[in-house]
């Protein structure tokens, strides 16, 4: 079974992408939903972030827009909710890569911005990011309800810039043009892979993430 990290800057274009390739029966786990669940319902998290954070919660529930501004506003408080959430995300990647080897499926997708900062690309065996200019992501991103320059700003700083990123994948898609010829360049890209041997996932996956240093890095040997 071959691991496809796809991944790619705040508005680069990487959702259409993983939604074209989940209509395709590509099975996909998106890292950014499951965040969105796992605050939705985890009531261990839930009570954590309001030991840490009692104001983002309005009527009882997480407001993720208030939790947004609260913890990208600074490296620490970023890294502490990272630190509640990737442990039970990455357990529910490895639950999700397990079942898919069982049942025999030659490929599946992470699809995951932060891909590459945390080093969750060394264990793919290849990764895809989605790019497009900075002018084009910035516009896309504040056509979303209650995104602002600022908050659009605040977020980019906290993700690897293109230029870095490029260095840890193995396929770059434009998204710049039209529709149409991104998706054509991805369908051409696991078609090439589905034909290459699969390797062996011997079930190695993190139980801890954390940010690393932009340094060149080998992915593991399956």
């Known amino acids: 079974m071959k691991i496809v990290g796809l991944t790619g800057a705040m508005g680069a274009g990487k959702s259409s992408l993983a939604k074209y390739l989940h209509r395709e029966g590509i099975p996909i786990h998106c890292a950014d939903q499951e965040i969105h669940d796992l605050l939705a319902s985890d009531v261990e998290i839930q009570e954590k972030i309001k030991e840490l954070w009692p104001d983002v919660f309005v009527e009882g529930s997480i407001d993720r827009n208030k939790l947004g501004n609260r913890t990208f506003s ?28 069982m049942l025999n499926i030659p490929l599946v997708v992470l699809d995951a911005p932060l891909l590459c900062e945390v080093g969750l690309d060394r264990y793919c065996h290849f990764v895809v990011m989605a790019f497009a200019p900075l002018f084009l992501r910035k516009q896309r991103v504040l056509r979303r309800k209650e995104m602002t320059p600022q908050k ?69 040997r399956y």
């Open 152 to 220: 659009f700003q605040m977020i980019t700083s906290h993700q690897m810039k293109d230029q870095q990123r490029r260095k840890y994948v193995d396929f770059i898609i434009p998204t710049g043009r039209e529709k149409g010829s991104a998706l054509k360049r991805i369908r051409d890209i696991l078609n090439t892979l589905l034909q290459k041997p699969s390797p062996s996932w011997q079930g190695r996956w993190p139980t801890q993430l954390k940010r690393e240093p932009y340094v060149t890095r080998n992915r593991f």
């Open 74 to 101: 600074s490296s620490q408080t970023l890294t502490q909710l990272e630190n509640l959430l990737y442990p039970k995300l990455l357990q529910r990647q490895k639950r999700f890569l397990l079942k898919n080897q």
